[in-house]
């Protein structure tokens, strides 16, 4: 009995605190930042176990190993919650009469949101900490504009719909460190490096440039709300998707040169 009512007495007071409606984007935040520690912790543990090459890597290639776990973790996590919600949810939907699109978010939305606010700031503060052997200035400027609009989003409740469109392009960091996995073991001439080439070309022109447009087109057909926003809302759904598709296409021109090289040793 006594336990019963310690559990009961928990959960009340989880519900309460922890996953209370002004509560959940700072619980969410600590819960994405200690996913991550907890991620790179097990990392490190399974390839020191499992990975005999893991040992002869210089540390900054251990750091980059360890951190990569992390942004495919997250990029999993991302990708599944803002496919839900842009394809499958209601709670975006024209359908659903519930006010302005750009106002609309849950408690799960929120939630998820914050998880990703606790994997950019750490991963910036691992760019920072390492920097540049984890990215330059490009990677710099790409987190800050994320924690900007991400943050924004999931502390304001606007334009949620808008920020998991742009969260889906996280879609293509599996395949980005797997072909950097797969670098590091010295399997670059193999097949899997070349197939893996493929799917991050398709992945990354679906993800980060189509759907960018799609993004575009839906803000156009909803301006009437979507300039209903605060002013910085408003700037954060007008500027940070325009600057990313500006980073994506340059990043794809890479990409294209990098897979026409590849192809080209493999004739």
């Known amino acids: 009995m006594e336990i019963k009512s310690y559990q009961n007495q928990a959960g009340a007071l989880l519900k309460e605190y922890v996953l209370a409606d002004s509560f959940i984007p700072y619980a969410s935040i600590i819960g994405g930042l200690v996913a991550c520690k907890m991620v790179y912790d097990l990392t490190q543990l399974i390839s020191v176990v499992h990975f005999k090459s893991f040992s002869s890597l210089s540390k900054v290639q251990r750091n980059e190993w360890n951190n990569r776990s992390i942004s495919t973790f997250h990029a999993i996590f ?3 919650m803002s496919l839900y919600f842009v394809f499958w949810s209601d709670l975006y939907s024209d359908e659903l009469l519930a006010g302005f699109v750009t106002f609309r978010s849950s408690s799960l939305s929120t939630f998820s949101l ?3 606010v606790g994997y950019f700031l750490a991963d910036l503060g691992m760019i920072c900490w390492f920097y ?3 990215g330059g200035m490009e990677y710099v400027v790409h987190h ?3 924690v900007a609009g991400v943050a924004y989003a999931m502390l304001t409740g606007e334009g949620q719909l808008y920020t998991y469109m742009v969260l889906i392009s996280e879609t293509t960091t599996p395949g980005i ?3 950097w996995y797969l670098d590091v073991a010295g399997m670059k001439r193999s097949g899997a490096y070349v197939m893996n080439g493929v799917v991050i070309f398709f992945a990354w022109l679906v993800a980060r440039i189509l759907l960018f447009i799609y993004l575009f ?3 156009y057909l909803h301006y009437d709300q979507v300039k209903q926003m605060h002013n910085i809302g408003l700037f954060l759904v007008l500027v940070v998707p325009s600057v990313l598709a500006v980073m994506n296409l340059m ?3 890479k990409i294209i040169k990098g897979l026409k090289k590849t192809l080209t040793k493999r004739q």
Request: hydrophobic content about 50%; aromatic content about 14%; cysteine-free.
């Open 78 to 80: 991302i990708t599944v």
């Open 114 to 116: 914050g998880v990703s």
């Open 132 to 134: 540049p052997s984890l």
């Open 144 to 146: 800050l504009l994320s």
């Open 177 to 179: 460190n797997l072909r």
């Open 217 to 219: 087109y839906h803000v």
């Open 251 to 253: 990043w794809f021109a």
